[in-house]
Each structure stands twice: as C-alpha cells, then as structure tokens.
C-alpha cells in the first residue's frame, strides 16, 4: 500500500494558530492570577503573527491538499487576513467591557481564538466533512463566549435559544449534505460538480438536498426566515460576546456559502438561485421594516444585520465571479462596520450599565462632541451614504443584480436602504436634538477606546473616498478582471 505524504505548508497558519491556542490555554493557568492581561496580549500577538504568515506566503495559485479536504488560494487568504483584523478589533474593545462587568478571564480570549480556528477551517474547507468540522469548532466556542456571563438570567437565556436552534439549523445543514453525499456519490466539491454537471444523478434528491443546505446557510447568516434567534441572542448575551458573533464569523457563513453553492452545485443554479432570491427579499423587508419600532440600539443593530445580509445574497443571486466579489466586499465591509457599532456600545458601557439603548445615547453631541461625530459617521457607513465604504458596497451589489436581469430585485433593494436609513437617523437625531438626562462629560473608561472607534470611523470614510484598491482586491482574489 502507497502512502502519501500530505503537503503540510498550505496549512501552516491554521497549525500555528492551533499551537499558539494551545499554548495560552496552559500558560493561562499559570500567569492569569499574576499578570491579568497576559492572556489578552498572547492573543492580540498571535492574531497579529498568524496574519504576518498569511501575508508572508500569500497564495497565488490555487493548492489543495490532505487528500482533497483542504485549499488554500486566494479567495481563503483574504477573507483569513480580513477575519483576523476584525477579531483583533473585537478583542481590544472586548478587553474593557469585560473589566467593567467582573468578568474578565483569559476563556473568552481562547475561545475567541477556537472561533478564528473554526473560520480557517471553514474558509479553506474543500470537502464537506472539513466544512462541518470548521462549523462546529466555531460554533461551540461562540456558544460558550455567549453564556459566560454566569450571573446574567438574560445572557444564559440567549445562550439557551442560540444552542438549540444552532444544533437545529445543523441538523437540518448535515441533513442536507447527507443526501447530497448520497445523490453523487461524493465528498469533495469539484467532484460533487463535475458529477452533477454529468446529469447522471436523482435530481429529486438533489433538489432536497439543497433546500435543507441553503436553510442551515440561512440561520449561519441570520437571513429570513431563520433570523429568529438574532435580536434575541444580540441583545441578551454579554456586549463582548454580540461584538464577536455580530462580525468575524459572517466573513465565514460567506465563505461556506460560496464553498457550497459556487464550487459544489453551480450546476445546481435553479434550484438555489430561487431559494436565496426569497431569502434576500424576506430579508431585505423586514431588516428595513422591525428595525424602526426597536429602542435597544443591540437589537435594532440585529435587524439591521438581518437587512444587510439581505444585499450580501444579492451577490451570490447573480450567480458571476463579479457577483461572489461583490458579496465577498459586502460582507467584510460589514463586518468592520459592525466592530464599530458594537465598539461603541461595549466603550460606553460601565459597571452595571450596558449603555445599549438608543435613549442612552441622548445629547451625546453635548456630553462629548467628537464621539457623537464617529457615531454619527459609524451610522451614516451603515445605511449607506456617500461618500462612506458602505455606499459602494451597497452600489457593487446592486449593480451585479441588476446586470443578472433582477431589475425589481435591484429597485427593492433600494427601497429597502431608503427605508432603513429612518433608524440610523433615530440614532442620530437622539445624539444631536435631544436633551441629555444627565449633562457631565462621557468618556470611554479608557483613552485607548476613544482612539480605537476613531480609527475605524475615520477608516470608513477614507475606504469610501478611496474605495478602488479595497475593490481590486476581493475582485482579484476570485480572478476577477
């Protein structure tokens, strides 16, 4: 019998990562009780050493090894360089939160780390069973950041629904895979494709086997109508744990929608195209619509995520390279968007106050005037206005959907950013034209908070001035002229 050798190198970043894991979980236990903030340091430095490897041995070429299970290209490389920059963004934000409510330990540091292990393993998955593996190795470690709050009856209840609904949207995920196993006879994706391309497969199967895929996709991603678990889960766990799951893994539900859908069944366009057009529509309604009654600035963040994966799919609807690009842009511009929003929340929070309602927010403008602006701008990103980074993701992805022939598609969706801008705007209008309850100075706790949500605002405005080298290079990931 002839063994062969897998080539180890594609994955390097994945084993270092797992042996630095590996390393902070024992030396936690040592340096915890004498230097607090090791564990948080170990893990910002790690983050910041796995993505120097990437960029070190960034892939050109497409590699696949261990037998077919894992690729490493370009596509996986970017989304990992982006994934690790937003979680370094959740980790600084998340440190102070975590002081101010008694609660901080080196665990959520680690099992931030298992996540961005899980989202390598997603990204670069090429086979189904590796998908799976990466999905749950996220998943777990999520699960437990949400319900670390012992003493929080609301967090533990937000842990509860996220659990048994994850196991469920899983079930239904596996399910799904099984019968696509079943139909063609194959694990790895190009094969699934070329079998399926062949027609020699029971397309009745099929056709279940991607209706119970695109629904374990669709609770990953908080679309409609699987999206109940969002403003529940967003708004009862720890701020740190919603800055964490509200961000870093929506770069990984995209890559497992890409993986599933553009690699493995493209063949199977009809079936999913009309499955994922219900979504985005669903979506796209009622992100714009529940988001205006909400008063919890977490929960209306929720629904506006909600909404926003409603464009993400507008992307992958259109079915082209240009279309995944779009969606791959859309979806880390998010993301960083996200680590600003909840950034801010998680920085204005204080002991005993989670500072997570839009009333909270009252005449911010003259409590402190420079952080009423980076909300103001954090806002303006998120709903879509010029000359801000989330204007041209929004504009990429209606543009690819109104290219594919959706042109009510394309006007809904921006009747849906039309909409969704009165709750952006309720924020504003609370900092700007309300009176404050209490009128003495608000600052984060800490200088280096003030500085970190800065940065990111002033970032989306600068992205958006000069948006074409952040564009060229999802576009070029996917070989995209």
Do not use: C
């Not at 080196?106 to 989202?119: A, D, N, P, R």
């Not at 309602?357 to 709903?383: E, H, Q, T, V």
């Not at 706790?445 to 003030?450: F, K, M, S, W």
Request: aromatic share 14%; net charge neutral; proline share 3%.
């Amino acid at each position: 019998m002839n063994f062969v050798i897998p080539s180890f190198a594609p994955a390097i970043p994945e084993m270092v990562l797992l042996a630095l894991i590996s390393f902070i979980l024992i030396a936690d236990t040592f340096w915890a009780k004498r230097f607090k903030f090791a564990t948080y340091y170990a893990t910002q430095i790690s983050l910041v050493f796995v993505g120097f490897l990437i960029i070190t041995s960034f892939a050109t070429t497409q590699v696949i090894t261990f037998n077919g299970s894992f690729v490493r290209d370009g596509f996986a490389d970017v989304l990992k360089l982006f994934a690790l920059a937003v979680s370094f963004g959740v980790f600084f934000f998340s440190r102070e939160y975590l002081v101010q409510h008694k609660f901080f330990s080196g665990e959520f540091f680690i099992l931030g780390l298992f996540g961005v292990l899980g989202m390598f393993v997603m990204i670069s998955a090429h086979n189904m069973i590796t998908m799976y593996l990466g999905l749950e190795i996220m998943s777990l470690a999520i699960y437990a950041m949400v319900a670390m709050r012992k003493d929080s009856a609301q967090g533990l209840e937000a842990a509860l629904k996220y659990f048994v609904l994850g196991a469920l949207a899983t079930g239904m995920l596996l399910y799904g895979l099984s019968m696509i196993y079943g139909a063609t006879g194959s694990i790895t994706f190009p094969e699934i494709a070329e079998i399926i391309a062949s027609g020699n497969v029971n397309s009745m199967v099929l056709s279940f086997g991607v209706v119970f895929v695109v629904i374990g996709l669709a609770f990953k991603l908080g679309a409609v109508p699987f999206h109940m678990w969002v403003p529940d889960v967003y708004q009862g766990a720890p701020t740190a744990a919603t800055l964490f799951l509200a961000t870093a893994p929506k770069i990984a539900a995209f890559a497992m929608l890409y993986r599933l859908l553009a690699e493995a069944m493209p063949g199977l366009l009809e079936d999913w195209q009309s499955l994922i057009i219900m979504l985005s529509v669903l979506s796209l309604i009622v992100g714009a619509v529940v988001a205006i009654v909400q008063n919890n600035l977490k929960r209306m963040l929720a629904y506006s995520g909600i909404g926003h994966m409603g464009f993400l799919l507008l992307g992958v609807i259109a079915a082209t390279p240009d279309g995944y690009a779009s969606s791959m842009f859309y979806v880390v511009v998010y993301a960083i968007t996200g680590v600003a929003g909840f950034g801010i929340i998680a920085a204005l929070s204080r002991t005993g106050k989670e500072f997570d309602l839009i009333a909270d927010f009252k005449g911010l403008n003259a409590r402190n005037p420079w952080l009423a602006f980076m909300m103001l701008m954090i806002m303006f990103s998120m709903a879509g206005v010029p000359p801000f980074i989330g204007f041209w993701a929004k504009i990429l992805v209606i543009e690819e959907v109104l290219q594919a022939g959706f042109l009510w598609l394309a006007v809904l969706a921006v009747i849906a950013a039309v909409i969704s801008a009165f709750y952006y705007l309720k924020v504003i209008k609370a900092m700007y034209f309300d009176k404050p309850e209490d009128t003495s100075r608000l600052e984060p706790l800490n200088g280096r908070l003030t500085i970190g949500v800065s940065s990111i605002a002033i970032l989306l405005l600068v992205l958006g001035l000069l948006p074409s080298a952040m564009i060229d290079i999802f576009f070029n990931s996917l070989n995209v002229v």
